[in-house]
């Protein structure tokens, strides 16, 4: 469709002087920085902890999602959590979202059926993932599918290859710069953005799509535990000391 060619973008919709998760999900709200609000129920922001450990980026919502405003709420949520406890990951240091905040589909009589967004949508919607970031200070932040390593790393990444790595962040990102300086109050001024990790993995809708889903879902929880023991052996500075 050629209203899927360009899209204005979520940068204007930004609150510049936001401060918080929970002021860039209000702003959300009235997002239409492409034409996915027109179909979907509703914004689906990222949720959980703003301290996060662990950040964990996904495609898009769901169906389900959709429906109850939340991100990681259907069957492949709860896919996910399983892995997540599997991997050892405490899920009280977590934080989810997706590189797109609306449900893109097509209507097949009364049912929704999930489609992949485009590169449009993607690039559209990364501001909201860049403020996400600023306000958010991950040693782990994990890519859950293609849709997810293409917003953050570019669209030559490739997650088959790639998958269980650890990679530098910022460093690893397309634009490293977008995610190397951060807000430290409302009044401008910044820092610089702590050093963390990236690795990638399958989104867990894939082993529920998988032909043998025991061996995609092992796999899934073999890429989170190199996550998981990446945080065992990492010590942060805590505020206030150097280092």
Known sequence: ????????GAQQFIPP????????RAAAT???????????????????????????VGEQPGDLEDQKGLPFVGPA???????????????Q?????????????ELRGKRRIHQSP?????????????AEFARLHPEIVVVLGATAAKALLGPSFRVTKQRGELLPWPASAQRPEDFT???VDSEGK??????????????????????????????????????????????????????
């Not at 002087?17 to 860039?24: F, S």
């Not at 027109?38 to 662990?54: I, K, L, Y």
């Not at 998988?210 to 190199?226: I, R």
Request: charge should be neutral; hydrophobic fraction near 45%.
């Open 30 to 56: 009235g997002c239409q920085g492409c034409e996915l609000y027109r179909n979907a129920s509703q914004t689906v922001f990222g949720r959980g902890d703003e301290t996060a450990r662990v950040v964990l």
């Open 190 to 243: 910044v820092a610089d953005a702590p050093a963390a990790r990236l690795l990638a993995t399958i989104h867990p809708s894939a082993v529920l799509r998988a032909d043998d889903q025991d061996v995609a879902y092992a796999g899934l929880v073999k890429d989170l535990t190199v996550g998981a023991r990446a945080l065992a052996a990492a010590v942060r500075p805590t505020a206030g000391q150097g280092g």
């Open 1 to 8: 469709m050629a209203e899927t060619d360009t899209a204005p």
């Open 17 to 24: 002087q936001a401060d918080t998760i929970d002021e860039l």
């Open 77 to 91: 949520g709860r896919l996910l959590r399983k892995a997540v406890d599997d991997a050892g990951i405490d899920p």
């Open 181 to 183: 300086r951060v807000p």
């Open 118 to 130: 485009d590169r449009v949508h993607i690039t559209a919607c990364r501001p909201w993932l860049v």
């Open 93 to 105: 240091h977590i934080y989810l979202t997706n590189a797109v905040k609306h449900f893109r589909f």
